[in-house]
């Protein structure tokens, strides 16, 4: 059973840092890539950040470029997401899912972790 | 960046209707690279349909989805008390991806 599984998320101040993690069980994680995408509270989906299968090839959101980072860890199935100058329209829940169904660097999210809140506020 | 536009933003109709939502782009969605996802209250997203018109592994097969270029549709042929929901078009055929703001699909 394909399982994703964030964590990190929770409250920061605006210009803060925070790391999110996502845990894969399932599949195999070096074979896919992953994408990063949130939602604010009652809004729509964002994509935030692509990473293929290897970490070679990295895509963001101009909403999040210089201030996010993606990686991966391949022997730990874990994918990450390292969030600074955080600011309020930041807060949302991010979820990471795993790209299937690709073309060039740019996949659909076939299954879904079950999302973790950032909130940032003062 | 390629701009999704759904309609309606709510429809609202009964179990065992038929329900067509609409989601045209700015410009031509690169081989039709068009994804369809349901979102309940409280869950992540399900992926329904691919490639505009592939369904997922394990979607029923009410849910269909067809359309190339600009426009693009998701139909559900017999509404089931489950599938009301939001739905959200999604391209993946360039960079940077980008959703439709999505369709509530109620129960009327």
């Known amino acids: 059973e394909v399982q994703l599984v964030e964590s990190g998320g929770g409250l920061v101040k605006p210009g803060g840092s925070l790391r999110l993690s996502c845990a894969v069980s399932g599949f195999t994680f070096s074979s896919y890539f992953m994408n990063w995408v949130r939602q604010a509270p009652g809004r729509g989906l964002e994509w935030v950040s692509s990473i293929s299968s290897g970490g070679s090839f990295i895509y963001y959101a101009d909403s999040v470029k210089g201030r996010f980072t993606v990686s991966r860890d391949n022997a730990k199935n874990s994918l990450y997401l390292q969030m600074s100058s955080l600011r309020a329209e930041d807060t949302a829940v991010y979820y990471c899912?795993?790209?299937?169904?690709?073309?060039?660097?740019?996949?659909?999210?076939?299954?879904w972790g079950q999302g973790t809140l950032v909130t940032v506020s003062s | 960046e390629i701009v999704l536009t759904q309609s309606p933003g709510t429809l609202s109709l009964s179990p065992g209707e038929r329900a067509t939502l609409s989601c045209r782009a700015s410009q031509s969605v690169s081989t039709n690279y068009l994804a369809w996802y349901q979102q309940k209250p409280g869950q992540a997203p399900r992926l329904l349909i691919y490639g505009a018109s592939s369904r997922a592994t394990g979607i029923p097969d009410r849910f269909s989805g067809s359309g190339s270029g600009t426009d693009f549709t998701l139909t559900i042929s017999r509404l089931e008390p489950e599938d009301f929901a939001v739905y959200y078009c999604q391209q993946y055929g360039s960079s940077p991806l980008t959703f439709g703001q999505g369709t509530r699909l109620e129960i009327k």
């Open positions: 899912a795993r790209g299937s169904h690709c073309l060039g660097g740019s996949c659909d999210s076939e299954f």
